[in-house]
Structure formats: structure tokens, C-alpha cells
């Protein structure tokens, strides 16, 4: 058996570390075009950070060391540059020249490409990349040559976030500029809204819906010029603005594209041609939702590989499942984490009902409790569909539950009656996926009706706002306009006041987090009032708000 390997680092060496454990008497050839074969390329922003201290860290393996524990025949500096299928070989560019190399099976896991639209001055050199080693190195000599007071960076997807907070703590002043109206487009806009505050407090010049249409190199460095109209004077700029499949190689060769042009596999990796296998960056996913794309992200990778070995080399596999889209991203002292789909995958395909909770990551009691912001989506029969968290240490530990539990096919049911750990510094005795299972139960099942942030303009024109907090939460602070302010404890005494405010109007209720304003919601009901509560309290309120304000702009 002779098995050639096309690309290293996640799914690549994942496939061959693979195929060795299977079969020790496989030929196994690995071939990568750049100079490193095993790298944590998602360690990059640490290095430039310093919190990675020693560059040598962020090389995992190197040919000598795959030779020598698993005798894996690596050659790096090594591009193919053809498949000739029919005769079952590749083409190589090495640094002994033009060859040829034979295959019984040919896996295929090149990555990905990062994306450079046509802005006139994104060739320049004081322009940067952070996708490896090489573009890394090129990065951090630019910055000690240039001695740069002020960093810009293109992109607020994960690499960008990550270099943009790796560069304040280095010193710098940062502009991130981002082409949509939010940073991490995944996630929901209210939860950006929390990333968009951590990132004004900590200076960040953040420049949001707007494209960088032309760089102009100066003495000094370079002048962005934004599609607003206004410019970013820099001294250097890096540019993370999204990847694509690098596909290329199996266009030529005829192998099966989808539009978006990542390789087309089955469920175990095969490719149109059945001796030639796909993984990682380059392919199509089946997601949870349904929906069919690639996706950039070291795990799904690595399990690609490792099936993809398993199937080359005859070995059983289990059913693969969907891919949940499961990530995080940690922006200064803010971690923001989803699973499963959103409700921009959600809308118009799938019926659904969003629920958020907010709470602390343990015992409220307990000194130090920060405050986590979850949402989560549910079928109408109360199935999870997916689930987002904003907030310090914790709130990957939720989105990991929830990851499971999406997996699982879970419920609200199911999620509320979940034993997660307690113990007052570490967790609370009703845990916030409890909270999410409880209260998407009572608006699905139990006739508690809720409403949106994005109903605010039509709910302040045709409906009652009642508010239930106490005084002391309202006074000089966020309050919705025209709203009627009626504290929890004073409601019984107070329904008729109530009843003549709305005048047939149907009445909305929110409170601060969503608990008050849904034990108000249950009153109102035994009175016979029409009512629906905001599933999430002015706290969400004020996210949704921010969002609505920046659209107005």
C-alpha cells in the first residue's frame, strides 16, 4: 500500500499519523509545500503577543522527528503541481527538481487560501499576512524595523480579533477595520455588541461597515482609505480578510467542485474519484442545519484526516456526523463562543425560537461573579438548534455543554434537567444551560408568548411597554420610551392601573434579565391581559438598541 499525502499541518499529518498506526508496513509520502509540516498555526497571534514566548513552540513536528517516530517520508518545500488520475501519479516541484511520484491512494489536504479582494495597495509590503510561519516571521521583522506607533487591521474574524488584542497588549494603537456592520459576523449582533464595548475600552479604533478601498504607501507607512470617506494613517497593516478553499489542484485534475469551488466528498472523505480522498480547509461539510459549505476550523480538520486514513486504508468507520460549526474566539477579558446554527442560517429556512439568559458563571454570592450572556435557538418541539455565549471565564464551558447536548439531540427538557457541576466558586446549584432549558420550556410549552429586540420600534408604537424593575434600577438609567414602570412586588396591587394603560393594547414586559418580567407575565395571564415578555431583560434591550442605532447610521 503507497499513500500519498498533499498538504501537512491539521489534516494532512492528522491523515498520516493515521494511516501509519493502521499499517506499519504502508509507504507513507508526505508532501508540503511550504518549509514547515506541523505548525499551530492558531498559535500565531499568541507569538505576536508574547504570550507564546518561544517561536520553536509553534512547531509541533518537524520531517526529522515524523522520520524518526513514525517513519512518515515528509518533504517539505515540496509542491504538486498535477494529478494525473489516470495514470495514478502526481507531479512534483521539489528542491531536486520536476518528478514524478506514484500512489495507491492520494489524499488531498491542501487548506486554504487567504483572500485579498482587488484594493489597489494591498500588494504593497508594509501589507501583512497571519496565516503561517513565514508570513508570521515577515510580520514581527517589519515591526521591529519599523518601529510602528500604530497598527491597522483588515478583518474581525477570528485571526483579526486575536492579532488585534495580541497588538494592544504589545503597546500598540490599533484601528480594526471590518466590512460588516459587527465584528465576528457568526455571531449575533446584540452579542457583538459586548465584544464591540471590550474592544473601545481597551482603545481599539474600531471602524465597523465600511471596506478599505485603496492603500497608500507613505514615508512613514501607509494611508487607508475607507469607503466612508475617511482615512487610517498606519504604520503598518494587517490585512485577515477570510480564506478559500485551495482547490486548484483538484479543478485540474476534474474532480467534482461545489459553486463556492471546495472539494465535493462523501461521508467519508472519497472524492469523485474513489481513490482520491479530501480533508480539512479544501472540503465541503454537511452542517447540522443542513446547509452545505466549507468551514475553517482545526477540529472538523483533524477528524477529516483521520477518517480519510481510515477509509484509504480499509479500516471500519463509524457514521460521521454533521459538523456543529463549534468555536471561540477570546477578545482581551471577554470570551465569545457558538455552536450550531444561527438565526441568520436559521431565518426563512427553519421555523425557531430564540431564548436568552444572562447570568454568573458561578454563585452570584461568591466574590467576583461576572456575568455571561447565552442564547440558544429551539425547534418549536423544543430541540436545539444551536447556541451563542459573550462573557469572561465560563462561557466556553457552556457552549461545550450545549455542543454535546446539540449533538445529543437534546431538548429543553433535556437541558433543564442536566447535572453540571456546583459549587459556588465554580458553577450555581440552577446552572445558566439549566436557565436556557427552563425558560425556552416556558415559552414553548407553557403559553408565555416573547418578543424581540428587533420588535422594539413596532412594540413602542402599538403596544403597553411595562416595566418590573425596582426604582433604584430605572433612575437615571436605561429605560425604553412611553413605558410604564410598575415594580414586580406592587403588580397584584396595581393590574387595574394596568388594564386602563393599555387600553386593549397588548402589553409587553421586560425587566432586567427576563426572571421578573416572566413572573409578571404569568400574573398578567391570571388576569386575563394580553402580554408577551423579552426574553432577556434590559439587558438585551440595550444590545438590540445598539444594534438598531448603528443601522440607523
Not at 484594493?119 to 508570513?135: A, C, K, N, S
Not at 411597554?465 to 406592587?490: Q, T, Y
Amino acid at each position: 500500500m503507497k499513500l500519498v499525502v498533499v498538504g501537512g499541518v491539521a489534516a494532512g499529518m492528522s491523515a498520516a499519523a493515521r494511516a501509519r498506526r493502521l499499517d506499519e508496513k504502508a509507504e507513507i509520502i508526505v508532501f508540503e509545500a511550504g518549509p514547515y509540516v506541523s505548525f499551530a498555526n492558531c498559535g500565531l497571534p499568541y507569538h505576536v503577543g508574547k504570550e507564546i514566548a518561544e517561536r520553536d513552540s509553534l512547531l509541533l513536528h518537524t520531517p526529522q522527528t515524523l522520520k524518526s517516530r513514525a517513519n512518515l517520508d515528509v518533504r517539505v518545500n515540496s509542491t504538486v503541481t498535477k494529478i494525473n488520475r489516470a495514470e495514478k501519479t502526481v507531479s512534483v516541484s521539489g528542491p531536486d527538481g520536476e518528478y514524478t511520484e506514484s500512489y495507491d491512494k492520494l489524499i488531498l489536504a491542501p487548506g486554504a487560501d487567504a483572500v485579498l479582494p482587488p484594493v489597489p495597495g494591498l500588494e504593497l509590503p508594509v501589507v501583512h499576512g497571519l496565516r503561517t510561519i513565514p508570513q508570521m516571521d515577515a510580520f514581527l521583522a517589519d515591526l521591529a524595523e519599523r518601529k510602528p506607533t500604530h497598527v491597522t487591521v483588515l478583518g474581525a474574524g477570528f485571526i483579526g480579533l486575536e492579532a488585534v488584542e495580541a497588538l494592544v497588549h504589545q503597546g500598540y494603537t490599533v484601528t480594526l477595520v471590518e466590512a460588516a456592520p459587527q465584528v465576528m459576523p457568526l455571531l449575533e449582533p446584540d452579542l457583538a455588541v459586548v465584544l464591540h464595548r471590550e474592544l473601545r475600552e481597551h482603545g481599539v479604533d474600531l471602524r465597523l461597515g465600511v471596506l478599505a478601498q485603496r492603500v497608500e504607501e507613505t514615508a512613514n507607512g501607509a494611508i487607508v482609505h475607507l469607503s466612508d470617506g475617511s482615512t487610517v494613517e498606519t504604520g503598518l497593516i494587517l490585512a485577515s480578510l477570510g480564506v478559500r478553499p485551495r482547490s486548484e489542484l483538484a479543478k485540474e485534475a476534474g474532480l467534482e467542485l461545489s459553486e463556492r469551488g471546495a472539494v465535493i466528498v462523501d461521508d467519508n472523505q472519497v472524492t469523485s474519484d474513489p481513490d482520491i480522498l479530501a480533508a480539512g480547509d479544501v472540503v465541503q461539510v454537511r452542517f447540522h442545519d443542513g446547509r452545505l459549505a466549507p468551514i475553517f476550523l482545526a477540529g472538523p480538520a483533524n477528524r477529516q484526516g483521520r477518517r480519510a486514513a481510515d477509509q484509504a486504508l480499509g479500516h471500519a468507520t463509524i457514521e460521521q456526523k454533521p459538523v456543529l460549526g463549534t468555536a471561540v474566539v477570546r477578545v482581551f477579558d471577554v470570551v465569545a463562543a457558538v455552536t450550531g446554527a444561527n438565526s441568520r442560517a436559521l431565518e426563512g429556512n427553519t421555523e425557531y425560537t430564540t431564548v436568552r439568559v444572562h447570568g454568573s458563571q458561578h454563585a452570584g454570592y461568591y466574590p467576583g461573579a461576572k456575568q455571561i450572556h447565552l442564547t440558544g435557538f429551539f425547534s418549536p418541539d423544543g430541540h436545539l438548534l444551536g447556541a451563542q455565549a459573550v462573557g469572561p471565564d465560563g462561557a466556553d464551558k457552556r457552549i461545550d455543554v450545549l455542543a454535546t447536548a446539540l449533538r445529543a439531540g437534546m431538548t429543553a427538557d433535556d437541558l433543564a434537567e442536566l447535572e453540571l457541576c456546583y459549587s459556588p466558586p465554580i458553577g450555581s446549584a440552577k446552572d445558566l444551560v439549566n436557565m436556557l432549558g427552563f425558560t425556552a420550556g416556558n415559552i414553548l410549552f407553557d403559553n408565555c408568548p416573547t418578543w424581540d429586540w428587533k420588535d422594539i420600534p413596532t412594540v413602542i408604537e402599538t403596544d403597553l411597554v411595562l416595566d418590573v424593575r425596582n426604582h433604584a434600577e430605572v433612575d437615571g438609567k436605561f429605560k425604553l420610551p412611553e413605558s410604564l414602570l410598575i415594580p414586580l412586588p406592587e403588580l397584584r396591587d396595581r393590574i387595574e392601573e394596568v388594564r386602563t394603560a393599555a387600553a386593549g393594547r397588548r402589553v409587553s414586559v421586560h425587566c432586567q434579565s427576563g426572571l421578573r418580567s416572566y413572573l409578571a407575565q404569568r400574573i398578567l395571564q391570571a388576569h386575563g391581559i394580553d402580554c408577551q415578555n423579552f426574553s432577556g431583560g434590559a439587558i438585551s434591550l440595550q444590545f438590540g438598541l445598539e444594534v438598531l442605532n448603528a443601522q440607523k447610521k
